[in-house]
Structure formats: C-alpha cells, structure tokens
C-alpha cells in the first residue's frame, strides 16, 4: 500500500500541464499545482539533519492542506517518523498528526492503527505526551466508533503507570473524554478484575504530582459535562483535597465539590467525631465557605463566586456567613429536659461535697464536633473585606445571588452592601451599586443607609451617579425625610454635575411615582405655596426647579388629593412640562380644569391586543403585495407604493413593530426602483434616444444596493431566508448595473471583467444560500442558475441578453416577515444643538466637543459606531471612539460617552457643524471566514473584494463653533 501510495504521489508530482501561446482573455486556465503530500517528501528527503527536517515541518505547518490530501501527509509524516531519532522532530510529527485529523472533510479512523503502533514503540516521555493528545483528538473526530473509543481507552490505561506526569495527565484526559460508565475496564496487570472510568481516576486523587492530582479532578468534572452522573462516595476524596498544598488542585477541588452538591443536595453526611448528621449541600457549603479564607487569591475568587450558586442551602447556614460569632460553640446543644433525663438516667447527683464533681465528663474538641466549619462563619464579611478587589467583588456578586431567592436574607445583607459604596476601587462601588439595584425589590432603605448611598453621589466619575441614579429609581425608602433628604443631594449633584440633567430628572420621575404618600406632605414646602400669601414664580428656565416639579407630578398621578396644593402658575408650567418633556410628566386628570392638559387617552390603545392587531395589518399588507404579479405596471406601482406608506406610518404608531414595518418597507421600496427601472419603455428604445431614462436606471440599481446594506447590517434578528431575500436584491440590481453598462460603454474589456465578477457572484451566492434555494422558486436567481452552463460558456453580449430577459421576467419575491427584528438607532443627547453661544477657540488648535448618545440594538458597538463631523466648507471627518467610551447598561442598549476634537482654520462668523452617528459596515464580515486547515484557498477563485460603507443611523446634531485668528 505504502509503495502504490509513493508512486501515485510521484506521479501527481510530476503531471505536467502547457500553457498555450495565444492569448484569451475570455478564458483563465488555472495551473494544476503539485500535491502537498509529494512536496513534503521531497523536503524531507532533502534533510540532512534533525534541524532542518524541523524547520521543514515548522515551514508545512503554516500552509492549508486540502482534505483529499491529508491522507497522503500522513502516510509520508509516519515514515518519516519511523525513520527519525531526534526526540523533537518525532514531537513535531505528532503534534502535526493531531492537528491534520482535525481537518474537515477527512475522516481519522484510518490512521488509528498506525498512532497506536507508534505509541506502542515510542520510548521517550514527551512524544509519548503528545502522541495521546493525538490519540484524543481522534478520538473526538470519531464518537461514532465505539471500537475506535475502546481501544483508545485501553491504551490510556495501559500507559497511566508511566513515571512521566504528563504522560499521566494526557491519559486521564483522554480517560475523561471518551470515558463511558456502562463500559467496564478490565486492568489485568494489577488483577483488580472489572473496574469503571470513574474508580481508575478516582485512584489519582491521591498521587504524588500535584499536577496529576489536577488532571484527575478535570478528567472527572469531563466525565460530568459529558452528561454522566458522578459517584457521590467521590465527595469524601474531593473535600481532602481542598486541604491540598498546591493551589490548581484546591481550585478544581471546589468545583468538584460544588458538583456533587448539585448532584446529592438532599443526601444526608455524618459530621466526623459525633452523631450528627448533616444534609450534603450545607456541608459543602461549609466546606467552600472555609476557602473564602485561603491563602491564595484565585481560590479565594472562585469560592465566593460558587458560593453564589448554591440556593438550595438551609438559611440558618447562609445566614452563619454574615456573622463572626461562632455558631452555638459549634455544637447543637441539649435541651434541659435531655440534660435532666440522663443526670437521672446515671443515678448520680452533685452531694457538694466534692470539688467540680458535676463537672461534664466529656472533653469538647472544637475542631472535631463542627457543625459548620469555623470559616463559613462569617465568610461574606471576609470576602468583603479582602484585600484583593477581584475576591470583593466576587463576594459582592455571590450576595446579590443568594440574595434574590432569598428576601430575609437579602435584608440581612443590606448594610454589608451599602459598606461597599465607600470601597477605594471604583470598580467594587459600581459593582454594588448594581448588585443592590437588582435586589432592591426585596428592601426598603432607613435614613442611615440612604445617606450612605447618597454620598456616592460626590464621585467625580460619571458612571458611578448614573448607576446610583439607577438604583434610586427602584429603590423604596421609609419615610418623608428619605425623600426629602434624596431630593436635596439630588439638586447639590445637579448643581455641580449640569451635564447629569436627564439622569437626574428621570430618577426624581420614578422617585415620585414609588412614593405619592411620602411627597404629598412635602408639596407646600416643594413648591413654596403659602396659604395666604401669593408667592413669586419660579423661573421655568432652571434645571432645579423642574426636576423639583418632575417629582410632584409624578406623585400626582397615583394621589388625587395632591393636585388641591397646586398654585395657577403651577397649572401652566404642567402644560408646558407636559409638552417639552412627555417622557418625564405623566397624565393628568386635573380637577374643575378641561381635558387640555391631561391625555388620558393616549394609553387607551397601547394594549398587547393593538400590537397583535398591528402586527396582523402588516402580514396582511405583505399578503396583499405578492399579488402584484397579476396588476399592469403603473397599478402595480401604486399598490407598492401605497403600501410602503402605510408600513412607515405603521413603525411610528406602534414601537414594538417599528423594526419589522421599517424592514418592510425598505425592501418593498427596493422592488419599486426595481420595476421602475425595467418599465417597457426603457428597454424597447433604441440606446441614443434614451439617455435619460438610461441615467434613472442607474440611479435606481446605485440606490437598490444602498438599501440592501441598510437591510443586511442596520438590522438585528434577521434569519437565514431574509438575509438570502436582501442577497437577491442585490444579486438582481448587479445584474441590472451589468446591463447597463452593456447599454452605455463602449468596448469589451470592461464588459468581459463585470460578466465574469457577475458569474462568480452567483456562484457565491449558490454556495453560502444552498439551503434556502428551496424558498427562492421562480426567483431570479433560480432562473439564472438553471441557465449557469450556458451562461459560463457564452459570450458577454449574449450573456447581457439572457440577464435583461431573465430580469424583466421574474417576479416579485415574497418576503417571509421576522419573528423578531430591530432597527438600530441612536439617539444624540449631548450636544443638544440648542445653544446660541457659539464654541470659540483658536484658529489651528483644538477645542473639545463632549458626546453623549445612546443606542439601541447595535451589534458589536466597539467596532462599527462611529462619530462624522461635517464642517460648512463640506470636508468631513470620521472618529472612532475608544472602546472604553462605551457602557452597556441594559441588554441590547449601549451608552457612547465621548469627546470628539474639532479644529479648523480661521473663519469671519460663526457656522454651524453637524454631528451624527455611522454605522460602520463591511460585506465581507457576514458572508466569509479564515481558511483553516481544511479550507485551501489554491482551488478557490478570488474572492470578491469586501464592500465597506457607512450607514448614517442617528439625527444630526448641529453646533455652532467659531475658529478666531490667532493673535500676533
């Protein structure tokens, strides 16, 4: 086999293949390169020593194999490995043989025999390592082949006695890999008979490496992942190891033992040295509370961070880990009628006579008769009190856990997280700061603590008052004067923070709304009212004064009597509020006044039965468009068009469905151009006579690719059929592009390369859509491939024909509407573009402009949003924001808090810019990938070069500057 395999490889070496003289530019011939398997054998062959055979090997490494290769790599490799005696290059040959079976397309199962041997016959410890990592890679390609799986297993087996640790700790993985619990393995050298997986690594817990001890724990917790149920008499072993002098193995211990709590909560363990009996999952809780004290930092973090997780444990134990006191002398003690019972039972009674002849007979052994282990005591207020901010934040983290499945238990916490907010590192304060918003449900805040959380809001960094703005917002306090007392820090942070306007009123709005009992005694002083007296109108211009009005209509809304203690001036500056700033007033019903100011009505429709209703009206709209193939063209026009705009006003009434109906719409627009631009008269006239309507069409396949990129990449939740839809479109305003250039351009070339480009677009398009073809019937696309032999084989004119017939012929494609879809948007809150006051700096210098804006639904912000300033000479700049600039505060919303640095030259008056967002976009990211191994790029053809744009997504923002000469 291995001569017939030489020779055909010598054979595929030496093919031979002549390039013809003439020149045809229409055809490419594509050289036929030698096989990989024949290089590498000649370089091998060539090595005069160890070295250069591994600069060889290094050199085919980093170069793709194609699968129908692999096979003939592997045999040449082999050979060669047999023939090598240099430990490092039959290392290389393994490690290349692992990475090889990972190809896809190549199937390891017939270089098994051929590695075993190998491992059978290797003398040297580190190969012998990487030839079972071989081993388990191919075990992993094969899960079919329970034969392949056995006997790989058994070699583990055989070579876990071996003296070297890696060779150990490779076997135990492979062990946990492809272990199996119904399959038994037989070690016949010891004569221990029949033994399982789980025993055979079981044994390693207790070797002397510290390094196998971890493999054997990993191996175990592999098994587990894997979907087998671990032994529970494997718990007593795990909890000796998180006493263990290395600390990989105390980490994987806790794990360990975090499983088998998961697994046996409910199993009852005895307590050593006593009677006592103990359920398994507030044992292990004991036991990983105790490694919250370890002498290493990351054990530490990863047992606050499981203690998190342990829900089902009893709440006497959870509540123990907030408290130094040790538990009841760390014993249960007897009641006075089992203390009475044995003193009679004994026969025995103190006479007095003799000294401390009542004393108990029993020596107490504190460290024997645990209930509890002594560093579950308390071990949250380690954990937060550690000197490591990793283990304090995880200790934060775990609280909130526990916390919310548990309320008594999240209001016993309550002061140990409010301690945190006086924590030096920022991270820690913002940490639980969330933490308490999240279990704010479960409490209500006393005056104490609301003043320690209202100091926070002296930090200087942003992120911290906004978070703690927040946390205001759900948080519950007890009396008048917890809000009297947030409403005044409120205004102080107001007054030193200005750029903290819309935190700060949006907090004071669910304030008043959570507490219209609490405000309603403080309105008179609020809003200064006097009973006899008129008192001066506050000026509606101050950020104070409105965030103080913000408060009490809010309150108002849930408080009819509240209304009663407004003054008229109050009434007025309601309807302005309610006007400039409807996302903060509410509402309402006002007594002895008309409907003017409050709109009750406005929530009369937004009921989940006007969505369904909604969402109905759209289906039926695309319903009514696929039967456009039966109208004339101008009937056909208006029925598109009328639809699109019943879509568009659809998105603005309904914001739940603002993505679809806008999705929608931007396709139907997209067919509109598209029979626009194929309307009979374009196309029945001769070239010169119709320039114009030549330039329409051109405007309209430029603008049909726009919209395309808009559709693929400004918005989320598309499936695969609507991204294949959008790729149709594409793929039909490039053939029309093709045909106009047909129309309009003189000469071949140009025509020769756009109808090859063409062609390899719709192999392109075959290749990444082949599953959704079966929806596309009677598309375009299905035309145009059924016609693809004779497409590739005839010439550009005639080509240009077929695809102006094809075009004109298919009809609409019917697009299946999202389950779920949104648009990306983003929304410029600083600057505001309100100011007169033109920003004045020197002409060739800097001036700083800060941007606020929040987006919605944006992927992958970092990368694609970017800031473009438009100047009134018309150049434009683009800036990326750092990635630091970006918060995420809810699921699907990111937060852009930035400056962007202006200069220009000198200018005589002040103009205005524009600031607006992009949304940074290239085709490539959706439809190509890295080649890997498996993926050869010598057989591919070129792939289309990537088409990178932006798509402006926010309004713009305009700023008045004002650049002044420098001065002399």
């Known amino acids: 086999m291995a001569a017939h395999l030489k020779k055909r490889v010598y054979e595929e070496f030496s093919k031979v293949v002549q390039i013809p003289h003439e020149e045809a530019p229409a055809k490419k011939l594509r050289l036929s390169k030698p096989s990989k398997s024949a290089a590498l054998h000649i370089d091998l062959c060539k090595a005069t020593n160890s070295t250069d055979a591994l600069q060889y090997l290094l050199q085919f490494a980093r170069k793709p194999v194609e699968a129908e290769s692999v096979e003939g790599v592997v045999r040449i490799l082999l050979e060669h490995y047999y023939k090598e005696t240099d430990n490092s290059v039959r290392l290389k040959i393994a490690s290349l043989l692992g990475l090889l079976s990972k190809t896809q397309g190549f199937s390891p199962d017939c270089i098994v025999d051929d590695a075993i041997n190998t491992l059978n016959n290797e003398k040297s410890h580190q190969v012998l390592a990487q030839l079972l990592d071989t081993l388990l890679v191919i075990g992993t390609q094969l899960p079919e082949s329970p034969a392949v799986r056995q006997r790989l297993i058994e070699m583990a087996c055989k070579h876990l006695s071996d003296t070297y640790f890696g060779v150990r700790n490779k076997c135990l993985q492979l062990l946990g890999c492809l272990g199996t619990v119904d399959t038994p393995l037989t070690k016949d050298n010891e004569g221990l008979g029949v033994r399982d997986v789980q025993s055979v690594i079981s044994d390693y817990f207790g070797d002397q490496d510290p390094r196998v001890r971890t493999a054997a724990i990993k191996a175990m917790l592999q098994l587990h992942e894997r979907g087998m149920k671990i032994y529970q008499i494997i718990y007593d072993q795990a909890c000796r190891l998180l006493s263990d002098d290395y600390e990989q193995v105390r980490s994987a211990a806790v794990q360990m033992v975090w499983v088998l709590s998961q697994l046996y909560p409910e199993s009852i363990v005895p307590i050593p040295s006593s009677n006592e009996e103990i359920r398994l999952v507030d044992d292990s809780f004991g036991k990983i ?6 002498g290493s930092w990351m054990v530490r973090v990863q047992a606050a961070k499981t203690l998190g997780s342990m829900l089902q444990v009893s709440p006497h134990f959870l509540e123990q880990t907030l408290d130094k006191k040790l538990m009841s002398d760390l014993r249960r003690k007897r009641t006075a009628h089992e203390r009475a019972k044995e003193l009679y039972a004994s026969g025995e009674f103190s006479s007095g006579r003799k000294w401390a002849d009542d004393a108990p007979k029993e020596k107490v052994d504190t460290n024997a008769v645990n209930l509890i282990a002594s560093g579950a ?29 548990s309320p008594s238990f999240a209001e016993k916490c309550l002061d140990f997280l409010v301690d945190m907010f006086n924590d030096e590192i920022e991270e820690v304060r913002l940490q639980s700061i969330h933490v308490l918003r999240e279990i704010s449900t479960h409490i209500t805040l006393r005056e104490d603590q609301l003043d320690t959380v209202l100091a926070v809001l002296e ?25 009297q007392l947030a409403l005044l820090e409120l205004l102080k942070n107001l007054n030193k923070y200005p750029t903290d306007r819309n935190s700060v009123w949006k907090c004071l709005k669910f304030l008043g709304s959570r507490h219209p009992t609490l405000v309603l005694p403080l309105v008179p002083e609020l809003l200064s009212t006097h009973p006899y007296f008129d008192t001066p109108e506050p000026d509606m211009d101050d950020p104070a004064y409105i965030a103080v009005l913000v408060l009490v209509f809010n309150a108002a809304k849930s408080c009819p009597t509240l209304p009663a203690l407004f003054s008229d001036h109050t009434f007025r500056h309601y309807a302005y509020l309610r006007d400039s700033l409807s996302h903060l007033v509410p509402p309402l019903r006002l007594p002895g006044r008309k409907q003017l100011y409050g709109l009750d009505s406005v929530d009369s429709g937004c009921g989940s039965g006007s969505v369904e209703s909604a969402r109905l009206f759209l289906q039926q709209s695309l319903n009514r468009v696929s039967t456009i193939q039966n109208l004339e063209a101008p009937g056909a026009q208006d029925l598109l068009d009328f639809t699109i705009r019943d879509l568009q006003r659809l998105g603005e009434l309904q914001t739940e469905l603002a993505g679809a109906a806008d999705f929608c719409a931007t396709y139907l627009r997209c067919q509109l151009l598209l029979m626009k631009a194929l309307q009979e008269k374009l196309w029945n006239m001769a070239v010169p006579l119709c320039l114009k309507q030549n330039a329409m069409a051109t405007a309209a396949a430029r603008q049909i690719l726009e919209e395309t990129y808009k559709l693929e990449f400004l918005y989320s939740g598309l499936e695969s059929r609507q991204v294949a839809t959008i790729h149709h479109v594409r793929l039909q305003a490039k053939a029309l592009q093709l045909v106009l250039t047909a129309r309009t351009r003189r000469g071949l070339e140009p025509l020769i390369s756009s109808s090859e480009k063409f062609l390899q677009e719709v192999e392109s398009f075959q290749r990444l859509f082949l599953t959704e073809l079966p929806h596309l019937q009677d598309s ?12 590739s084989s005839c010439k550009p004119v005639e080509l240009v024909k077929i695809l102006q017939t094809t075009l004109r012929q298919s009809g609409l494609l019917q697009l299946k509407l999202p389950e779920q879809i949104h648009r990306a948007t983003a929304t410029i809150i600083e600057p505001t573009g309100e100011s007169d006051n033109p920003l004045r700096f020197t002409t060739g210098l800097v001036v700083a402009l800060d941007i606020d804006a929040t987006l919605e639904h944006v992927q992958d912000p970092q990368n694609t949003v970017k800031v473009q300033v438009l100047y009134p000479d018309g150049q434009s ?60 790029t010598d057989s591919l053809p070129p792939p289309e070069a990537a088409i990178e744009g932006t798509i402006p997504f926010s309004k713009p923002v305009k700023v008045y500057i004002m650049p002044k000469p420098a001065r002399r």
């Open 289 to 294: 509370s105790h490694m919250v004290s370890d």
């Open 377 to 405: 005591c308390g071990a949250f207020v380690h954990g937060l009190e550690d000197e490591m901010y990793e283990v304090r934040i995880a200790a934060v983290e775990a609280l909130c856990l526990l916390a919310r499945s």
């Open 459 to 483: 930090d200087s960094s942003r992120d911290i008052r906004e978070a703690l703005h927040e946390l205001l917002c759900y948080t519950n306090v007890s009396t008048k004067e917890c809000i």
């Open 780 to 791: 375009f696309v299905e035309k145009v491939l059924e016609l693809m032999p004779r497409l």
């Open 877 to 936: 700049h683009v800036i990326q924001p750092k990635p630091g600039d970006f918060r995420k505060p809810g699921p699907d919303r990111h937060r852009l808090i930035t400056q962007v640095y202006l200069s220009h030259t000198a200018w005589t008056e002040p103009c205005q810019i524009e600031v607006r967002l992009l949304l940074a976009y290239s085709s490539s990211s959706s439809s190509s990938s890295k080649p890997g191994w498996s993926d050869s």
